[in-house]
């Protein structure tokens, strides 16, 4: 991809949707599958090489070789 941050890339590829909130864009859909903090308690969490991010995808820069997830995660 050409674009700059992770949330650009996974947005140009219709894989991610969310609203965006106080702290940028709230993933709530991940590849067609929801997660629901008002129900139950269930959020993606973003991981940059195994660790969890404190940005979110729309802040958080593109760089070759790294290794990025959204995990599905109770609370």
Not at 10 to 17: A, N, V
Not at 40 to 66: C, H, L
């Amino acid at each position: 991809t050409d674009k700059e941050t992770v949330g650009e890339a996974l947005m140009e590829h219709s894989l991610i949707s969310g609203e965006q909130g106080a702290y940028g864009l709230y993933v709530k859909s991940v590849n067609g599958i929801k997660a629901d903090y008002d129900t139950d308690k269930a959020y993606w969490g973003f991981y940059q090489n195994g660790e969890y991010m404190m940005t979110g995808v729309d802040t958080t820069n593109f760089e070759s070789g790294q290794s990025y997830e959204l995990v599905y995660t109770k609370g």
